[in-house]
């Protein structure tokens, strides 16, 4: 991810260099690219996680309920 980040950095820095883009937006651009895309990912984790989690609670619960003779 980071070396995405890095990638769309130099391409903005060298458009930068033939126009008149300040310094200053570009490192605010890429700060806000890298803090959406932490986000993104942590999101997608917390989903992943929580779906084995729930997968991993209802297996607990088959097994439990047949123990039982249900």
Known sequence: MISLITDF??????SSAAGNIPTGLIFLICIVAFILSTIIFGICTY??????????NSENSE???EKQGG
Request: glycine share 0%; proline share 0%; aromatic share 0%.
């Open 47 to 56: 989903k992943t996680k929580l779906k084995q989690l729930r997968k991993k």
């Open 63 to 65: 097994n439990t309920s």
């Open 9 to 14: 950095s130099l391409i903005i820095a060298e």
